[in-house]
């Protein structure tokens, strides 16, 4: 993208408050960013080629809605966390291997999706974040699920194509958790405790392609509770 396309994206954007520079290869901030007004609610900067964001990103305190899929990205920086307003986080197609513990600070936070990164410990920074509804952390490395994901409060989790074969039975305290998807990890039936099965709102839990056969998974102390969760919601829905 040229600099005379850049202009004219940049001067949209000061009357809609919306940026998109996607698709674009771009390897390098575009320098005028960095003494841009802070007028932008959405920033796109998905499917380019930046291995590094910026400070500057932090000025921006109005964004609400932050693309930054399919680039090159190893890690976030810290000032993420100043921007109070943001909603939506959308770091999906990277190659990250940690996150800020800052992100904690945005208590306005809805949806979040980090799938197919490197990500190796469980994010517990989102846990406690109230409004958070959906986090998706599909295809990273995560080995394990601590006890701190008690206090997270989304009604989704996705885990799916991890390394987990440690799920904290703490689980089932999650206040609002409907659908927890743990497909292709390394979990025992065992991993899924009537604590889990009997105690918690999970009503619907993928579990396909682990180290049980269904018959083992149906088997388990408390699965006739899950199950009848699992109904009621599929009655509420047909």
Do not use: W
């Not at 008690?150 to 799920?167: A, F, G, H």
Request: aromatic share 6%; hydrophobic share 35%; net charge positive.
């Amino acid at each position: 993208m040229g600099n005379k396309q850049i202009k004219q994206h940049l001067e949209t954007a000061q009357k809609t408050g919306i940026l998109k520079i996607s698709l674009q290869r771009l390897q390098d901030f575009p320098p005028q960013l960095k003494t841009y007004p802070n007028v932008l609610k959405t920033l796109d900067l998905s499917e380019n080629r930046f291995e590094v964001i910026p400070q500057e990103i932090g000025r921006f305190t109005l964004l609400k809605h932050i693309n930054l899929s399919g680039n090159r990205l190893t890690t976030l920086p810290d000032v993420l966390g100043d921007l109070v307003k943001l909603e939506v986080l959308l770091v999906m197609d990277n190659f990250l291997t940690r996150i800020p513990r800052t992100l904690a600070n945005l208590k306005l936070l809805k949806t979040v999706n980090l799938s197919n990164n490197q990500i190796t410990e469980f994010p517990v920074m989102f846990c406690g974040l109230k409004q958070l509804s959906v986090l998706d952390l599909s295809r990273n490395k995560i080995a394990s699920v601590p006890s701190d994901v008690k206090d997270l409060q989304v009604t989704e989790l996705i885990l799916n194509q991890n390394q987990i074969s440690s799920l904290s039975e703490d689980i089932a305290e999650c206040p609002k958790l409907k659908t927890l998807r743990v497909e292709e990890n390394c979990l025992q039936a065992t991993s899924f405790t009537p604590k889990i099965l009997k105690e918690s709102k999970i009503c619907n839990l993928s579990v396909d392609g682990n180290l049980f056969n269904s018959k083992a998974f149906t088997s388990l102390p408390g699965y006739d509770d899950y199950m009848e969760r699992y109904t009621s919601v599929r009655k509420k829905m047909f």
